[in-house]
C-alpha cells in the first residue's frame, strides 16, 4: 500500500477501513512492518503526516481497533515514536484507551520490556495523557497489592506488573508523586507484605524490589526500605528500568562514592609506610653491619621450643561435651566453642557412647543457641545433629518427629528438624557418600536435597531411563547408582521417619498450623516426605509408606500454594520410582487412576509453571511404568 | 644446647583479684625496702614489700573499681593511681600515711593508662585520655591546669586513644607524645605545638601498647594481632616501619623495654611471657608460668644491675617476679 501525496482533500477512512480488516484477520505484522517505518519517516517533521496518521487510525472502526492499537504498539520501536504515529488516540477513542491501559498492561503478559517502555511512555508525553498514566499506576499498584492477585498469578504475569509500576515511576515527576504519595505509601505497605509471605522465592525478591524502589520515590531524603536479597539477572534487570529516563534520573550509586572516597584517604597512608620501609630497609642494615659488636651477642637464648600455639582442648568424652554445652553462662566460652566444634567428629567417633546418651544430646542440640560468634555455627550444630541421628536412628527419630509436632518450638526449629531427617536419611541410605555429603553440605545442605534443585530431577531422569533400559529389574536390593552397593541402613528405621511425620499434619496446636498459617513450613514438610520417600526404595516399609504418602498428597492436593503443590508433585515423582511397580499395580490401583486425572488436570490447568512441568513427568513416568509392564511378560 | 627457661624468683599472691598494672619502686639505698605497686581489678593498690614478699598497705581509693594505671613520682612517698571510676589518684604515702591528695576527674571511660614525665624538679607533665572521643589531654601536675588538647583532624577516624607515651629527647627539650589509636596507627604530636607531627599506621587491629626509646629513636607497639611492630624516628620526626615479628599467639596487652635498653618484655593473652633483645628483636626466652591472660610487665629500677627483677600481674591473681638476663 503506497500513499499518494499531495495537497488533494482526501478523506482517508478506506484506507483505515482496509488497515482495520486487514489486522484483524492476523496480518498485523505484513502490513505494519511495512506501514510503521514508512509512517514514522514521514511524520518525523511533517505536521500534515502526522495528522494524517492520527486521522487513519482513529477512523479504524471500533471493532477492528484492538488489533490495530495492539499492532502499532508492537511495532513502534519507541516512545515518541508512537506518540506521534498515535497522537491523542487513547483519550479520544474509548476502545482505544481499554486496550492500551487495561489490556496490554493487566490482562495480557506477554509483551516484551521495550514493548512497555514505549506504551507508557507514550502516555507520560503529553498532559492529556499523563492522567491516564496515573489512573494506570493506581490501577497496577492495586494488582501488586493484592494477595489474591499474588497467590494466583502465574510469575511471569507479576513479573510483568512489577517492571510496569517500575517503569511508570520512572516516568513520574515530583508534582505528581506528591499528589498520589499516600496511597503509593500504602499499596507498598500491603504489596510488601503480600509478596514476602509468598513461598516462592522469585516473588519474594520481586516484591522487595518494586518496594524498595517505591520508598525510594516517595521519601527522597530521610530513611529508605532497604532490603537484603541476592542479586541476580531479574533484580538487575528491574532496577535498571528505573533509570532509563534522562528526565528523571534516580542514582543509587551514593555508596560507591563513599567507598572510593575512604579508599583514597586511607592509600597515602599505608603506601608512605611501605616506601618508606622499603627506603629504610636497605639503610638499616648497613648500619648494623658497620656498628661494633653489639652486647645482644652475649645474651644467650632460653630454650623455646615449648612456644606452641595456644589451643584450648575440647572434651574428650562426650558426657563431658554434655556437660560443657548444659553448662550455666558465663562460663568457658572458649571450651563451648571447642566443644561444638569438635562434637560431630566425637560422635562418629564413639558410636556406643552415643547410643547411650543419644536422646539427650539431640535434645540438646536441637534447643542449642549461638553464645559467641562461631564462623559456621549453624552447621556445626546441623552436621552434630545429624551424626547424632545416624548413630541411633529410631529413639532420635522418634524424638524429633515427637518435636515437630509439639508447641512452642520456633518455625525455624521445626524447619531444622526437617532438614536433619533429610540429611540423615540420605547418609543412612547410602553410606558411601558419607564423605560427598561433607563437601556438598558447605553451604546450606538443607535447601540444596529439597527441590528446588532441579538436578535431583535430573537425577531422577537418569535413573528412569535406566529403569526403561532393563525388561527385567532384580529386587534383590540392587542399588541404583553404579557403585559398591551396600546395605541400606536406612531400611530399618525409614518408618520411624516417615510416619511420625504424615501423622498429625491436620491436627492444628495453638502456635502451629500447618494446614493454616505456616504453609512454608507445610510446603517444607512434603518436600521432605518426597525424598525420604525417594531415599526408602527397596526397603520393605516402601508399599506402605506409599500408600500413605499418595493418601496425604490427595488430601492436599488442592492447596492453594504453589510450593506445597510442586512438592506434592514431587511426593508422586518419589513413590513412581520406589515402590516397585507390581505392588503399585496391586495395591494401590484405584488411586493411581484418580491421580493420573488429578495430574491431567494440573498439567493444563495450573498457573504455576513448575507445577504442570512435575506433572507433565509423573505422567511419563506412569506411562512408562505401564509400558513396562506390558513388556513383560506376565 | 639451649637451657630451658628459668622459673619465677618468687610469686606474690594475696590481690584476691586480676592484676592489672605494676610499678617497681627499688632505687632507694638502704635501708629503705625495695617495693613493688599493683593495682587490681577489685580496685586495691597493693603495696608489696620486696623483702618479706608480703602486702605491706593496702590503698582503697577507687571505689572498688579496677585500677589500671600505677606510677611513682619522683620516689615512692608520691603515688599516681587511675582506676576506671574515671579518677586519676594522687596520694602521700610518707610516714606511713595512705592519704588521697589530689584527684583528676577525668571522664574517660576507656582503658588508656595515662603517661608521666618529670619536666622540672617538682613538675610532671601528665598525658591522659580525655572525656571526648578521640582527645588526649596534658596536664601539669601537681597544679592541674590544663597545658593543651591534642584532637586529631576532623574525619581521621582513629579511634580512641589506646595508649600514652610522653617523653623528651634530653631534660629541657621540647616533650612529645607517641599515641597508639584504636584503628592501628601510632602518632606523634608536638605537646608545645599542639599539633600531629607523624602518622604511622603499624597494626590492622586497635594498638595495645607500646613503648619507646628515646636514645635510639626506636619504638615497638603490639595489638590484639599477632603482629609486632618495631618503627623508628627520623631526623625530620617522620615514623616509619622498621620491622615486624610474628607471634606464635595473637594478642599483647602490654610492652616494656628494660631501662639499660638491653632487652624488652611483652605480655601476652596466650598466659606468656616473651623475652626480647632490644636491638635486633632477637627472641630469647618464652616465660610460661601463668594460667589465664598477663595484663602487665613491668622492670625495676634497681641500681645494682644484679638485683634487677621482672614482674608480670595476670588474670589469674598472682605475680611472677623474675630475675632474669642481670649478668650484662
Same mark, same amino acid.
Given at each position: 500500500?503506497?500513499?499518494?501525496?499531495?495537497?488533494?482533500?482526501?478523506?482517508?477512512?478506506?484506507?483505515?477501513?482496509?488497515?482495520?480488516?486487514?489486522?484483524?484477520?492476523?496480518?498485523?505484522?505484513?502490513?505494519?512492518?511495512?506501514?510503521?517505518?514508512?509512517?514514522?519517516?514521514?511524520?518525523?517533521?511533517?505536521?500534515?503526516?502526522?495528522?494524517?496518521?492520527?486521522?487513519?487510525?482513529?477512523?479504524?472502526?471500533?471493532?477492528?481497533?484492538?488489533?490495530?492499537?495492539?499492532?502499532?504498539?508492537?511495532?513502534?520501536?519507541?516512545?515518541?515514536?508512537?506518540?506521534?504515529?498515535?497522537?491523542?488516540?487513547?483519550?479520544?477513542?474509548?476502545?482505544?484507551?481499554?486496550?492500551?491501559?487495561?489490556?496490554?498492561?493487566?490482562?495480557?503478559?506477554?509483551?516484551?520490556?521495550?514493548?512497555?517502555?514505549?506504551?507508557?511512555?507514550?502516555?507520560?508525553?503529553?498532559?492529556?495523557?499523563?492522567?491516564?498514566?496515573?489512573?494506570?499506576?493506581?490501577?497496577?499498584?492495586?494488582?501488586?497489592?493484592?494477595?489474591?492477585?499474588?497467590?494466583?498469578?502465574?510469575?511471569?504475569?507479576?513479573?510483568?506488573?512489577?517492571?510496569?509500576?517500575?517503569?511508570?515511576?520512572?516516568?513520574?515527576?515530583?508534582?505528581?508523586?506528591?499528589?498520589?504519595?499516600?496511597?503509593?505509601?500504602?499499596?507498598?505497605?500491603?504489596?510488601?507484605?503480600?509478596?514476602?509471605?509468598?513461598?516462592?522465592?522469585?516473588?519474594?525478591?520481586?516484591?522487595?524490589?518494586?518496594?524498595?524502589?517505591?520508598?525510594?520515590?516517595?521519601?527522597?531524603?530521610?530513611?529508605?526500605?532497604?532490603?537484603?536479597?541476592?542479586?541476580?539477572?531479574?533484580?538487575?534487570?528491574?532496577?535498571?528500568?528505573?533509570?532509563?529516563?534522562?528526565?528523571?534520573?534516580?542514582?543509587?550509586?551514593?555508596?560507591?562514592?563513599?567507598?572510593?572516597?575512604?579508599?583514597?584517604?586511607?592509600?597515602?597512608?599505608?603506601?608512605?609506610?611501605?616506601?618508606?620501609?622499603?627506603?629504610?630497609?636497605?639503610?638499616?642494615?648497613?648500619?648494623?653491619?658497620?656498628?661494633?659488636?653489639?652486647?645482644?651477642?652475649?645474651?644467650?637464648?632460653?630454650?623455646?621450643?615449648?612456644?606452641?600455639?595456644?589451643?584450648?582442648?575440647?572434651?574428650?568424652?562426650?558426657?563431658?561435651?554434655?556437660?560443657?554445652?548444659?553448662?550455666?553462662?558465663?562460663?568457658?566460652?572458649?571450651?563451648?566453642?571447642?566443644?561444638?566444634?569438635?562434637?560431630?567428629?566425637?560422635?562418629?567417633?564413639?558410636?556406643?557412647?552415643?547410643?547411650?546418651?543419644?536422646?539427650?544430646?539431640?535434645?540438646?542440640?536441637?534447643?542449642?543457641?549461638?553464645?559467641?560468634?562461631?564462623?559456621?555455627?549453624?552447621?556445626?550444630?546441623?552436621?552434630?545433629?545429624?551424626?547424632?541421628?545416624?548413630?541411633?536412628?529410631?529413639?532420635?527419630?522418634?524424638?524429633?518427629?515427637?518435636?515437630?509436632?509439639?508447641?512452642?518450638?520456633?518455625?525455624?526449629?521445626?524447619?531444622?528438624?526437617?532438614?536433619?531427617?533429610?540429611?540423615?536419611?540420605?547418609?543412612?541410605?547410602?553410606?558411601?557418600?558419607?564423605?560427598?555429603?561433607?563437601?556438598?553440605?558447605?553451604?546450606?545442605?538443607?535447601?540444596?536435597?529439597?527441590?528446588?534443585?532441579?538436578?535431583?530431577?535430573?537425577?531422577?531422569?537418569?535413573?528412569?531411563?535406566?529403569?526403561?533400559?532393563?525388561?527385567?529389574?532384580?529386587?534383590?536390593?540392587?542399588?541404583?547408582?553404579?557403585?559398591?552397593?551396600?546395605?541400606?541402613?536406612?531400611?530399618?528405621?525409614?518408618?520411624?521417619?516417615?510416619?511420625?511425620?504424615?501423622?498429625?499434619?491436620?491436627?492444628?496446636?495453638?502456635?502451629?498450623?500447618?494446614?493454616?498459617?505456616?504453609?512454608?513450613?507445610?510446603?517444607?514438610?512434603?518436600?521432605?516426605?518426597?525424598?525420604?520417600?525417594?531415599?526408602?526404595?527397596?526397603?520393605?516399609?516402601?508399599?506402605?509408606?506409599?500408600?500413605?504418602?499418595?493418601?496425604?498428597?490427595?488430601?492436599?492436593?488442592?492447596?492453594?500454594?504453589?510450593?506445597?503443590?510442586?512438592?506434592?508433585?514431587?511426593?508422586?515423582?518419589?513413590?513412581?520410582?520406589?515402590?516397585?511397580?507390581?505392588?503399585?499395580?496391586?495395591?494401590?490401583?484405584?488411586?493411581?487412576?484418580?491421580?493420573?486425572?488429578?495430574?491431567?488436570?494440573?498439567?493444563?490447568?495450573?498457573?504455576?509453571?513448575?507445577?504442570?512441568?512435575?506433572?507433565?513427568?509423573?505422567?511419563?513416568?506412569?506411562?512408562?511404568?505401564?509400558?513396562?509392564?506390558?513388556?513383560?511378560?506376565? | 644446647?639451649?637451657?630451658?627457661?628459668?622459673?619465677?624468683?618468687?610469686?606474690?599472691?594475696?590481690?584476691?583479684?586480676?592484676?592489672?598494672?605494676?610499678?617497681?619502686?627499688?632505687?632507694?639505698?638502704?635501708?629503705?625496702?625495695?617495693?613493688?605497686?599493683?593495682?587490681?581489678?577489685?580496685?586495691?593498690?597493693?603495696?608489696?614489700?620486696?623483702?618479706?614478699?608480703?602486702?605491706?598497705?593496702?590503698?582503697?581509693?577507687?571505689?572498688?573499681?579496677?585500677?589500671?594505671?600505677?606510677?611513682?613520682?619522683?620516689?615512692?612517698?608520691?603515688?599516681?593511681?587511675?582506676?576506671?571510676?574515671?579518677?586519676?589518684?594522687?596520694?602521700?604515702?610518707?610516714?606511713?600515711?595512705?592519704?588521697?591528695?589530689?584527684?583528676?576527674?577525668?571522664?574517660?571511660?576507656?582503658?588508656?593508662?595515662?603517661?608521666?614525665?618529670?619536666?622540672?624538679?617538682?613538675?610532671?607533665?601528665?598525658?591522659?585520655?580525655?572525656?571526648?572521643?578521640?582527645?588526649?589531654?596534658?596536664?601539669?601536675?601537681?597544679?592541674?591546669?590544663?597545658?593543651?588538647?591534642?584532637?586529631?583532624?576532623?574525619?581521621?577516624?582513629?579511634?580512641?586513644?589506646?595508649?600514652?607515651?610522653?617523653?623528651?629527647?634530653?631534660?629541657?627539650?621540647?616533650?612529645?607524645?607517641?599515641?597508639?589509636?584504636?584503628?592501628?596507627?601510632?602518632?606523634?604530636?608536638?605537646?608545645?605545638?599542639?599539633?600531629?607531627?607523624?602518622?604511622?599506621?603499624? %597494626?590492622?587491629? =586497635?594498638?595495645?601498647? !607500646?613503648?619507646?626509646?628515646?636514645? &635510639?629513636?626506636?619504638? $615497638? @607497639?603490639?595489638? #590484639?594481632?599477632?603482629?609486632?611492630?618495631?618503627?623508628?624516628?627520623?631526623?625530620?620526626?617522620?615514623?616509619?616501619?622498621?620491622?615486624?615479628?610474628?607471634?606464635?599467639?595473637?594478642?599483647?596487652?602490654?610492652?616494656?623495654?628494660?631501662?639499660?635498653?638491653?632487652?624488652?618484655?611483652?605480655?601476652?593473652?596466650?598466659?606468656?611471657?616473651?623475652?626480647?633483645?632490644?636491638?635486633?628483636?632477637?627472641?630469647?626466652?618464652?616465660?610460661?608460668?601463668?594460667?589465664?591472660?598477663?595484663?602487665?610487665?613491668?622492670?625495676?629500677? %634497681?641500681?645494682? =644491675?644484679?638485683?634487677? !627483677?621482672?614482674?608480670?600481674?595476670? &588474670?589469674?591473681?598472682? $605475680? @611472677?617476679?623474675? #630475675?632474669?638476663?642481670?649478668?650484662?
Amino acid at each position: 500500500v503506497c500513499f499518494i501525496p499531495g495537497g488533494l482533500d482526501c478523506s482517508i477512512s478506506f484506507v483505515s477501513h482496509v488497515l482495520g480488516k486487514v489486522c484483524i484477520h492476523g496480518r498485523q505484522k505484513e502490513i505494519l512492518g511495512v506501514l510503521v517505518p514508512r509512517l514514522a519517516d514521514l511524520t518525523r517533521s511533517d505536521c500534515i503526516w502526522q495528522r494524517i496518521c492520527w486521522r487513519l487510525v482513529e477512523g479504524v472502526p471500533d471493532r477492528w481497533m484492538e488489533a490495530v492499537v495492539l499492532g502499532f504498539v508492537q511495532r513502534a520501536p519507541r516512545a515518541d515514536v508512537l506518540s506521534r504515529l498515535l497522537g491523542n488516540l487513547v483519550v479520544k477513542n474509548k476502545k482505544a484507551q481499554f486496550v492500551v491501559t487495561q489490556k496490554m498492561l493487566l490482562l495480557q503478559y506477554g509483551h516484551t520490556t521495550a514493548v512497555l517502555q514505549s506504551l507508557l511512555g507514550y502516555l507520560s508525553l503529553d498532559s492529556l495523557r499523563r492522567t491516564l498514566l496515573l489512573r494506570v499506576l493506581q490501577e497496577l499498584l492495586e494488582t501488586w497489592s493484592s494477595s489474591s492477585a499474588v497467590k494466583h498469578s502465574p510469575a511471569e504475569q507479576q513479573l510483568y506488573i512489577s517492571k510496569a509500576i517500575l517503569i511508570c515511576l520512572s516516568h513520574l515527576k515530583e508534582p505528581e508523586i506528591e499528589s498520589c504519595r499516600q496511597e503509593l505509601l500504602t499499596s507498598m505497605m500491603e504489596g510488601v507484605k503480600c509478596h514476602l509471605d509468598s513461598s516462592l522465592p522469585q516473588l519474594r525478591r520481586l516484591g522487595m524490589v518494586v518496594a524498595e524502589n517505591i520508598s525510594l520515590k516517595i521519601n527522597t531524603e530521610g530513611p529508605v526500605l532497604k532490603f537484603e536479597y541476592e542479586e541476580d539477572d531479574e533484580t538487575r534487570e528491574l532496577k535498571s528500568l528505573l533509570v532509563q529516563t534522562p528526565s528523571f534520573c534516580v542514582v543509587p550509586s551514593l555508596p560507591d562514592d563513599d567507598e572510593s572516597g575512604k579508599a583514597g584517604a586511607a592509600l597515602p597512608l599505608v603506601p608512605e609506610g611501605n616506601e618508606t620501609s622499603h627506603r629504610a630497609a636497605p639503610v638499616m642494615p648497613d648500619e648494623e653491619s658497620d656498628a661494633e659488636l653489639d652486647s645482644d651477642d652475649d645474651l644467650i637464648p632460653y630454650d623455646m621450643s615449648e612456644d606452641t600455639e595456644l589451643k584450648i582442648k575440647a572434651p574428650v568424652y562426650i558426657r563431658d561435651c554434655i556437660e560443657v554445652l548444659t553448662g550455666s553462662g558465663s562460663e568457658d566460652v572458649d571450651k563451648w566453642e571447642a566443644t561444638v566444634k569438635a562434637l560431630e567428629s566425637l560422635v562418629r567417633k564413639n558410636p556406643a557412647a552415643t547410643r547411650e546418651v543419644s536422646v539427650e544430646l539431640a535434645k540438646i542440640l536441637l534447643h542449642l543457641e549461638e553464645k559467641t560468634c562461631i564462623e559456621g555455627f549453624v552447621e556445626l550444630r546441623q552436621r552434630a545433629q545429624v551424626a547424632v541421628l545416624t548413630t541411633d536412628p529410631i529413639p532420635v527419630a522418634k524424638y524429633l518427629t515427637s518435636q515437630f509436632y509439639s508447641l512452642n518450638y520456633s518455625l525455624r526449629q521445626r524447619m531444622d528438624i526437617l532438614d536433619v531427617l533429610v540429611l540423615a536419611a540420605q547418609e543412612l541410605s547410602c553410606p558411601k557418600f558419607h564423605g560427598k555429603t561433607k563437601h556438598s553440605g558447605a553451604q546450606k545442605p538443607c535447601i540444596q536435597l529439597l527441590p528446588g534443585s532441579d538436578s535431583s530431577q535430573g537425577w531422577r531422569r537418569i535413573v528412569d531411563e535406566r529403569i526403561k533400559s532393563k525388561t527385567r529389574r532384580f529386587d534383590t536390593g540392587q542399588s541404583r547408582v553404579e557403585l559398591a552397593s551396600h546395605p541400606n541402613e536406612f531400611n530399618s528405621v525409614a518408618g520411624y521417619f516417615f510416619f511420625p511425620l504424615i501423622q498429625h499434619f491436620d491436627r492444628p496446636l495453638t502456635t502451629f498450623d500447618l494446614l493454616g498459617e505456616d504453609h512454608l513450613v507445610l510446603g517444607r514438610l512434603v518436600h521432605t516426605l518426597a525424598v525420604l520417600m525417594y531415599l526408602a526404595v527397596n526397603t520393605v516399609a516402601v508399599t506402605a509408606m506409599g500408600k500413605a504418602l499418595l493418601e496425604f498428597v490427595w488430601a492436599l492436593r488442592l492447596h492453594t500454594d504453589s510450593y506445597v503443590r510442586q512438592g506434592l508433585l514431587s511426593c508422586v515423582s518419589s513413590l513412581l520410582l520406589s515402590v516397585p511397580t507390581e505392588r503399585i499395580l496391586a495395591d494401590m490401583t484405584e488411586e493411581l487412576l484418580e491421580t493420573q486425572s488429578w495430574l491431567g488436570d494440573v498439567m493444563e490447568k495450573d498457573p504455576d509453571g513448575d507445577c504442570r512441568r512435575l506433572a507433565l513427568q509423573n505422567l511419563l513416568l506412569m506411562e512408562n511404568l505401564k509400558k513396562k509392564l506390558e513388556a513383560v511378560p506376565s | 644446647m639451649a637451657l630451658p627457661p628459668p622459673d619465677p624468683q618468687f610469686v606474690l599472691r594475696g590481690t584476691s583479684a586480676a592484676v592489672h598494672t605494676l610499678h617497681f619502686s627499688c632505687g632507694d639505698p638502704e635501708p629503705d625496702i625495695p617495693l613493688l605497686f599493683s593495682g587490681s581489678e577489685n580496685g586495691f593498690i597493693h603495696v608489696w614489700n620486696l623483702k618479706t614478699h608480703r602486702v605491706d598497705t593496702a590503698l582503697d581509693g577507687h571505689g572498688r573499681k579496677s585500677v589500671y594505671c600505677v606510677e611513682t613520682m619522683g620516689g615512692k612517698d608520691r603515688l599516681l593511681s587511675q582506676g576506671r571510676d574515671q579518677r586519676i589518684c594522687l596520694w602521700d604515702l610518707a610516714e606511713g600515711r595512705t592519704a588521697v591528695t589530689d584527684s583528676v576527674f577525668t571522664e574517660h571511660v576507656g582503658f588508656c593508662r595515662c603517661s608521666l614525665l618529670k619536666v622540672a624538679q617538682g613538675r610532671w607533665l601528665m598525658a591522659m585520655a580525655a572525656r571526648s572521643l578521640e582527645e588526649v589531654q596534658i596536664l601539669e601536675l601537681p597544679s592541674k591546669t590544663s597545658v593543651c588538647t591534642l584532637k586529631p583532624e576532623v574525619g581521621a577516624k582513629l579511634g580512641m586513644p589506646m595508649c600514652l607515651k610522653l617523653w623528651q629527647l634530653s631534660c629541657g627539650s621540647q616533650p612529645v607524645l607517641l599515641a597508639g589509636y584504636e584503628d592501628g596507627s601510632v602518632v606523634l604530636w608536638n605537646v608545645s605545638m599542639g599539633k600531629a607531627l607523624s602518622q604511622l599506621i603499624c %597494626h590492622q587491629e =586497635p594498638v595495645m601498647s !607500646l613503648d619507646f626509646d628515646s636514645e &635510639k629513636a626506636k619504638g $615497638i @607497639s603490639g595489638s #590484639s594481632e599477632k603482629v609486632l611492630s618495631i618503627w623508628s624516628l627520623n631526623e625530620q620526626q617522620n615514623l616509619q616501619v622498621y620491622k615486624t615479628h610474628e607471634l606464635v599467639n595473637a594478642g599483647i596487652s602490654d610492652i616494656t623495654i628494660r631501662p639499660d635498653k638491653k632487652i624488652l618484655a611483652t605480655a601476652g593473652w596466650d598466659h606468656r611471657i616473651r623475652i626480647f633483645g632490644w636491638k635486633k628483636l632477637k627472641p630469647l626466652a618464652v616465660l610460661d608460668y601463668h594460667t589465664a591472660t598477663v595484663h602487665c610487665v613491668s622492670f625495676s629500677d %634497681h641500681s645494682n =644491675p644484679r638485683d634487677r !627483677l621482672l614482674a608480670a600481674g595476670s &588474670k589469674d591473681q598472682r $605475680i @611472677s617476679v623474675w #630475675s632474669i638476663y642481670v649478668q650484662t
